[in-house]
T-cell receptor, first 116, second 113 residues
């Protein structure tokens, strides 16, 4: 597609439920990133992939959070046993190349997660 | 530990005047710096970047200045236009090790007609 596409745009879930957030990156982009953004804050890095390989998951807050990108394109961020503190905007981003820094990354519109 | 800080949560400027947004960082490993602009209900969009080998990068009305010794960068917008009203995020990354970006908290710029 033309841009990074995320679904669902809005998700309300009950505490303790699992949620899966989907990201479809810009076609052909090697790298895919997940960020989390709380109100009034900048995006906070969670994890990123080059192709299907998860290169860095040091930003995932705990083991309830996981991500996969099995075919090197679409990615899913899964949060198990959700808690109210997980409520935030979850943003996916992609960039064309995977090696080194200095690359511009392109963000999707995000998925708003509310845990009640 | 906030490695990238934008100390001004908001800035208000008259149309046609200069807007100056500031950003400070603490991590000396950062070598690449970017500014993103975000409108409501949209994702952040890339605006301009600068690598540490430069001290200035200009793109139309937007100029980014980098002072490595002070670990400070700024974004100048001149002349400011009402359509520039948005939240501006400063971000930084090391040149090596991928494009993991560390963002500041953002500054809400309002340009008044």
């Amino acid at each position: 597609g033309a841009g990074v596409s995320q679904s669902p745009r809005y998700k309300v879930t009950k505490r303790g439920q699992d949620v899966a957030l989907r990201c479809d990156p810009i076609s052909g982009h090697v790298s895919l990133y997940w960020y989390r953004q709380a109100l009034g804050q900048g995006p906070e890095f969670l994890t990123y992939f080059n192709y299907e390989a998860q290169q860095d998951k040091s930003g995932l807050p705990n083991d309830r959070f996981s991500a996969e990108r099995p075919e090197g394109s679409i990615s899913t961020l899964t949060i198990q046993r959700t808690e109210q503190r997980d409520s935030a905007m979850y943003r996916c981003a992609s960039s064309p190349t995977g090696t080194g820094g200095g690359n511009t990354i392109y963000f999707g519109e995000g998925s708003w997660l509310t845990v009640v | 530990d906030q490695q990238v800080k934008q100390n001004s949560p908001s800035l208000s400027v008259q149309e046609g005047r200069i807007s100056i947004l500031n950003c400070d960082y603490t991590n000396s490993m950062f070598d690449y710096f970017l500014w993103y602009k975000k409108y409501p209900a949209e994702g952040p969009t890339f605006l301009i970047s600068i690598s540490s080998i430069k001290d200035k990068n200009e793109d139309g009305r937007f100029t980014v200045f980098l002072n490595k010794s002070a670990k400070h960068l700024s974004l100048h917008i001149v002349p400011s236009q009402p359509g520039d009203s948005a939240v501006y995020f400063c971000a930084a990354s090391p040149l090596l090790g991928g494009s993991r970006l560390t963002f500041g908290e953002g500054t809400q710029l309002t340009v008044n007609p």
